[in-house]
């Protein structure tokens, strides 16, 4: 069984729907969440950051961690064509050598059509 | 600045060849990390450094497989010899120092890929 589990989709919704993506995970040690979004051929590039449990909003998006569920989301209200990405969940543990390694779910492919 | 910058972005070649691949860090990181990207894999992280030094390549599939980074600002995964299951999208990313931006956490900055098809 893989550390993080994402459903890769595809998921296809009209714009302005609001989108849920969601991530589980077993590893208990890991403490900082982020969702990343990945434009076709480009690289993942940091979408939101949470640190333990709790929800963060930023614009149109916000996350939401549940650590006693080890469960993660992903919502963005009223969705636009230009949100269509794959939307990758990553987690890591804090400090020492874990710094900066994480593990990523396998992404979910979101396509908002007009 | 530029940003991560990795070369070739795409390289065709044929099973037993030598494959190497290139990435620049951004000016400031000391954080380097090598990611290999599938669609059935998703991005699984091969190995990844600090300041120079290589923490943890628990990832790095086979002895095929070698990266170094011979200065703080460059690094290259080399792949001797190649076979058709390694081809897939290389992603090198970077980061702040530990305990930068995000603390422990370092937010990666990834280079735009390079990707390999192994015929």
């Known amino acids: 069984q893989k550390e993080v589990e994402q459903d890769p989709g595809p998921l296809s919704v009209p714009e302005g729907a609001i989108v849920s993506l969601n991530c589980t995970y077993s590893?208990?040690?890991?403490?900082?969440f982020m969702w990343y979004r990945q434009y076709s051929r480009k690289g993942p590039e940091l979408l939101m950051y949470?640190?333990?449990?709790g929800n963060k909003e930023d614009g149109r998006f916000t996350a939401q961690v549940d650590k006693s569920s080890k469960y993660i989301s992903l919502f963005i209200r009223d969705s636009q064509p230009s949100d269509s990405a794959t939307y990758l969940c990553?987690?890591?543990?804090?400090?020492?050598?874990?710094?900066?390694?994480?593990?990523f779910g396998q992404g979910t492919i979101l396509t908002v059509h007009p | 600045d530029a940003g991560v910058i990795q070369s070739p972005r795409h390289e065709v070649t044929e099973m037993g060849q030598e494959v190497t691949l290139r990435c620049k860090l951004i000016?400031?990181?000391?954080?380097l990390f090598w990611y290999r990207q599938t669609m059935m894999r998703g991005l699984e992280l091969l190995i990844y450094?600090?300041?120079?030094?290589?923490?943890?390549d628990s990832g790095m599939p086979e002895d095929r497989f070698s990266a170094k980074m011979p200065n703080a600002s460059f690094s290259t995964l080399k792949i001797q010899p190649s076979e058709p299951r390694d081809s897939a999208v290389y992603f090198c990313?970077?980061?702040?120092?530990?305990?930068?931006?995000?603390?422990?956490?370092?937010?990666?900055?990834f280079g735009e890929g390079s990707r390999l098809t192994v015929l």
């Open positions: 990313a970077s980061s702040f120092p530990f305990g930068g931006i995000l603390g422990d956490t370092g937010e990666l900055f």
């Open positions: 590893n208990s040690a890991f403490q900082y």
């Open positions: 949470t640190y333990s449990s």
């Open positions: 990553a987690m890591s543990a804090a400090g020492g050598t874990s710094y900066g390694k994480l593990t």
């Open positions: 000016s400031g990181h000391n954080s």
């Open positions: 450094f600090n300041n120079n030094v290589p923490i943890d």
